[in-house]
């Protein structure tokens, strides 16, 4: 009995930093730049596209396709912004939502083409023998997630307090037109934002990848459902906030899943974003609603 | 709109609610729009900066009305965003002679509470922050964005009090924007007064203090009775 | 008279005329939901569940869908009151991708193969005959009071507020009448394909109607309708032959599509999407 309930423990856990990942980097924007970019779940699948066009498709080490796939990943966001984020006055806050589901849309179904619409398999990044502690089974893959997200969310919370960029961008998070008052080079730090939060996505698609060992191109569609709600819930630009979300949904998830209906799953982060956004839409641990 | 602050000297813009003075400080430092019409500092013009260019390059420091600081960073942070910007600008040629150090010196308070969010200090305590921040930043040409807000007019005189002799030993040149007219005419020596957006008088503080324009800008003009309408100010 | 094949790409292209017409309308009334992709699914669904499970009439159906489409966007907009604008339009992706997981899971409905067998009732009189109806109804509604109400709501609920405008009857109707034009065109597009899965609820084609609406004039019900019409029909005769363009073949219109969309919306973002922000309204104000 303990044993399961440990064992659907460590699925939520595994679920809830795969959002984790993914979420981190969608507020670091929305915290910076003020928009919600649908598009950044797509990062996550570009990395994972790379890897496999780098390993399977050219047939180089699984080493090369990592670092090459983080790469494209960052600059994959970058050019995003670069492109079409930046150019849409943030006066039009719809023309620039809807320009993110655009270029999500354009992004999948370019991909998917390219693979004529399947889903081909990955070469696994690390596997080893599965660890068995207390009776739960903590896979390679598994435990690979389990250090990037604690890396990469550590990571990230630390840089933003302690170093200069960091206090840099949460100025930015706070109050744009107050950031650019004290002399704050509001553009440089947006693609700073932009590309961390590139960076994580692409090593989360990586981590994840290796955990299905599939390729989809509208893994998005799946993802990004979990990538609002833990934002909204904890809250804008709430690094922190999004970590302990992330984890606690995934654990929810995964309880809600074993033991009540498979069916519910994803409905509880819809929920949740409804709920916390009729009565606390700050977010959970949102300070202030941001300006500018 | 015509205006021009003297080097070294504080100037004051007065006027009532709606007459233009805080679009025209934020105008100056390039947050809005001021097409047409062109912002210079000793005769270069610098329209087309930035906001940042215009700090870093031409001191043109701007203190926004209301609380302007970031709350949810530490005072030490708020500083440091100050300081940086005094570096930077040392960097350019401007040598920095305000610092930190002398920061707390005249604001004991904010010493105290570094590390506190600025959230939990009180209104004057958050103002003497920004002014501190806008100090480490070398300014040559601050404008200030009504400071007395929601502050008790005796805190008012003695921060400014306290920050004279940095603009002098500096040689600072303000612009201030107030609704209080009395505070304002006292820490100024030159006053402009503006009403619906243009410049209606110009004149040292003290001839301003008694000219009629000035009271009836916030007053409204009189009728045939003497009585005044319009809508005054507390 | 239309050959067999012809016809067919009209039904369908009614359909998503349709559907962007609801699009239009929740937009027109300021409320910026994108859920209309799955309101058109969950009327698909009541509607394919209608003839098959409980072997009503065509006729019936589409209205029950309609209604299933109409009472989801009325749940939307009671639950969602307090929300608007880009929060609101994240709010709507997910409950798209919600319910589309749902349905996945959800065996009783069908699962991830969805509900099958359904009659090929959609013909083209019932595909004209809806959307002539839809329109006409958005069109007299426009040019009624409460239609000017809407779209003074929609330009600016603060002013339309003052003027007394009761912002949640717009967007009631917007969403709720919205939603049931979607969800006709889901009762449509599930009599037509004889099955409807929870790809028909996700989000995924939600961009489709963004580019109808963009690309055929987004500030009229008509060039809702013609931009349905117009790019399902220039998608058809893009089929390359069903050969090959440079290296572009057939499936690489969704993407091409969707930058068409994306280039617009560079160009011309106000144009593209009506409501300006408070911000440039004030900026222009001051200036």
Redesign the interface.
């Known amino acids: 009995m303990v044993v399961e309930i440990l064992s659907y423990l460590f699925a939520g856990l595994s679920l809830g930093s795969t959002y984790v990942l993914i979420a981190l980097g969608f507020t670091l924007i929305f915290g910076v730049m003020g ?2 970019n ?1 598009a950044h779940a797509d990062v996550f699948m570009i990395s994972i596209f790379t890897y496999l066009l780098i390993t399977t498709g050219f047939d180089m080490p699984i080493g090369f396709g990592v670092v090459i796939a983080v790469f494209s990943g960052a600059l994959a966001g970058l050019i995003i912004y670069w492109l ?1 984020l930046k ?13 993110t ?10 991909i998917a ?1 390219r693979i ?2 399947g889903r081909p398999s990955l070469e696994p990044i690390f596997s080893s023998e599965p660890l068995v502690i207390g009776g739960v089974v903590f896979t390679g893959p598994r435990l690979l997630l389990f250090a990037v997200t604690t890396i990469l969310a550590g990571g990230l919370i630390l840089w933003l307090k302690k170093s ?1 960029t960091g ?1 840099l961008l ?2 930015v998070s ?2 744009a ?2 950031a ?6 509001t553009n440089r730090v947006t693609m700073i934002a932009i590309v961390v939060a590139s960076f994580i996505a692409a090593c989360g698609g990586l981590v994840v990848g290796n955990m299905t060992l599939t390729a989809d191109a ?1 893994v998005a ?2 993802l ?2 979990k990538m ?2 833990v934002a ?1 819930v904890a809250g804008i630009g709430s690094v922190g906030g999004a970590t302990i979300v992330g984890l606690t949904l995934g654990v929810i998830e995964a309880f809600t899943v074993a033991y009540v ?7 509880i ?2 929920v949740a ?2 709920v916390v ?2 009565v606390r ?1 700050q977010g959970l641990f949102g ?2 609603l941001r300006v500018g | 709109m015509d205006l021009a602050v003297k080097e070294g000297t504080i100037t004051t813009l007065v006027g009532s609610n709606g007459a233009g003075k805080s679009s025209a400080l934020r105008a100056m430092a390039g947050i809005i729009k001021t097409e047409p019409g062109t912002v210079s500092v000793h005769g270069e013009d610098i329209s087309s900066l930035s906001t940042r260019d215009r700090i870093i390059e031409h001191g043109v420091v701007l203190i926004p009305e209301g609380r302007s600081v970031f709350t949810t960073m530490s005072v030490a942070d708020n500083l440091q965003l100050g300081s940086r910007v005094g570096n930077e600008r040392a960097k350019h040629g401007h040598v920095a002679t305000f610092t930190i150090d002398e920061a707390y010196e005249l604001f004991p308070v904010l010493k105290e509470r570094q590390s506190s969010r600025a959230q939990t200090l009180s209104g004057g305590e958050q103002q003497m922050l920004a002014i501190a921040r806008s100090l480490l930043m070398s300014p040559k040409i601050l404008l200030i964005d009504e400071p007395s807000m929601g502050l008790a007019p005796l805190l008012v005189r003695k921060i400014f009090g306290v920050m004279k002799d940095v603009f002098s030993r500096n040689s600072v040149s303000v612009l201030l924007v107030e609704q209080d007219t009395s505070i304002a005419l006292e820490l100024a020596s030159d006053a402009y007064l503006l009403e619906h957006g243009t410049v209606i008088a110009h004149a040292p503080s003290d001839e301003m203090r008694n000219d009629a324009r000035l009271r009836e800008a916030y007053l409204g003009k009189g009728d045939a009775l003497g009585r005044s309408h319009g809508t005054g100010k507390a | 008279m239309l050959t067999p094949y012809a016809a067919d790409i009209f039904v369908v292209a009614f359909t998503y005329a349709l559907v962007t017409l609801g699009l239009y309308l929740t937009l027109l009334s300021g409320q910026f939901s994108v859920a209309h992709a799955s309101l058109m699914g969950i009327g698909g669904y009541m509607g394919g569940w209608a003839t098959t499970q409980w072997g009503l009439p065509f006729p019936v159906a589409i209205v029950l869908g309609g209604f299933a489409g109409a009472a989801g966007g009325l749940f939307i907009a009671f639950t969602l009151q307090r929300t608007s604008g880009i929060l609101l339009g994240t709010v709507t992706i997910a409950i798209g991708q919600s319910f589309s997981l749902m349905a996945q899971n959800w065996q009783a409905i069908g699962g991830s193969q969805g509900l099958g067998g359904i009659p090929l009732y959609s013909t083209l009189p019932y595909a004209t005959f809806l959307l002539v109806v839809g329109l006409a109804a958005v069109l007299f509604v426009q040019r009624t009071n409460f239609g000017w109400q809407v779209q003074a709501a929609g330009r600016d609920e603060t002013v339309a507020k003052s003027l007394g405008i009761s912002i949640m009857s717009v967007r009631y109707y917007g969403y709720g009448f919205g939603g049931f034009l979607a969800g006709l065109g889901g009762v449509l597009l599930a009599h037509h394909n004889g099955v409807i899965d929870p790809n028909n609820l996700s989000f995924a084609s939600e961009p489709l109607f963004f580019i109808f609406l963009v690309l055929g004039g987004y500030s009229s019900a008509w060039g809702a309708v013609a931009g349905a019409v117009g790019v399902t029909w220039l998608m058809e005769l893009l089929r390359f032959g069903g050969g090959k363009f440079l290296f572009l073949d057939q499936q690489d219109r969704p993407w091409l599509l969707g930058l068409v969309l994306v280039i617009v919306l560079i160009i011309s973002p106000d144009g593209a999407i009506r409501r300006k922000s408070k911000k440039t309204q004030l900026a222009s104000a001051e200036a």
């Open positions: 928009i919600m649908v079409v150019r849409i006055d943030k006066a039009h806050p719809v023309a620039l939502f809807v320009s589901l655009g270029v999500s849309y354009v992004v999948e179904n370019f083409k004529n619409f200069e206090m949460r100025a706070e109050n037109v107050m650019r008052v004290v002399a704050i080079d509208f569609n799946s990004s459902l609002f709600a909204v209906g498979s069916q519910w799953q994803n409905v982060g819809l974003m409804t956004l009729l839409p300070r202030v």
